[in-house]
């Protein structure tokens, strides 16, 4: 996917003329009977840059010339019907998840020692159902429960209501060339959308310390204790996107954390075997992120609601990962050490219908 391709596409399609600048709220304000369809495409790659491991204390020596790559291609649609609004702000509505899909390749090239090949798919069991959000003054926070008697209550806990990108927005009146920072756990929905909608390879959950640990990080504990939270936005005037009047917000930013993510690891490793083969026994995980994008938002200001989203960028991840493993009655401690960086593209478009 080209990146250039993906930021210019959205100015040729919409055919867009400027407007005359004037102070705008730029809000989260949609109509009760509207209907919202969003659609969510995420390529991701990376490549190894180092990578080390200690038995025992021992480093084991690898060969020069291996080489690892991954690629992953999430794709999510949903559709929200907005069933009630009080005092301008929406308090019921109802959501279909049309369509939970992943999948990607992972390639391992050892040199003389051959090339190894995995292809990732990943499902979702909350494909095809609907969910109703209802907001809970008591809570202050949206209740989602199932539309239809049936469903797993345990795919509820995980999930995340706000899809539309509502942290983004500056909470003010803005005038063109205005700015505000941008708390970058907005990113949780946007670079990882799978993210607590119960998404597992079709095969069989992941079930080691590497897999398990991208599909249980919470990305807000992640760069919780991060001096490089925020992302920049900037108000960069009106458009007339066919016949809409849409806003359009400049994004950027250069985020970094170092998070402690031994017991989001310990609870994605499962006991497995017969009983005497027993998962890692994890010591220490820690997680190094670096994430620096670009990109715009255009936000329908007629509906208040998103239009498209449009980010492009750099991800380089280092993972620490201190376990004790055993077999039989045999315990080995093994060290890992790994970094890999690539880049990312992500397209959010959505539809109003109503």
Known sequence: ??????????????????????????AFQPTAGVSLAKTFTVAQEFNMEDSTIKVNGVEQKQPNDV???????????LTDEILAVEGG???KYQRTFDDLAGDGNMT???????????????VSDLEGQVVVFEWSAEKNAFVPRFAKEGGKKELLAALVEDFDLRGF????????????????????????????LSMHPDDAPANTAQENLPQNMDFNALFQDSAARTLRAAFQGVRDVNGRRVAAIALSGKVHAIHDATEDS????AKRGDGKDLAPDLQKVTVDVEIELRGELLWDLDGGHAHSLRLNGTERL?????????????????????????????????????
Do not use: Y
């Open 1 to 26: 996917m080209n990146s250039n391709t993906l930021l210019c596409s959205a100015g040729i399609l919409a055919s867009f003329v400027v407007l005359p600048t004037r102070a705008e709220r730029i």
């Open 89 to 91: 702000q929406v308090v």
């Open 318 to 354: 280092r993972q620490d990962i201190d376990l004790n493993q055993g077999v039989g009655n045999n315990r080995m401690r093994v060290e890992d050490s790994s970094t890999q960086s690539g880049p990312f593209d992500i397209a959010i478009d959505f539809k109003r219908n109503g």
């Open 169 to 196: 927005l500056p909470g003010r009146d803005v005038a063109q060339g205005d700015g505000w920072d941008v708390d970058v756990g907005v990113l949780r929905n946007v670079l990882a959308p799978a993210n607590g």
């Open 108 to 122: 391992m090239d050892m040199g003389a020692m051959g090339n190894d090949t995995r292809d990732i798919k990943l």
């Open 266 to 269: 310990r609870r994605g490793v």
């Open 67 to 77: 080489e690892m790559s991954m690629s992953m291609h999430t794709r999510i649609a």
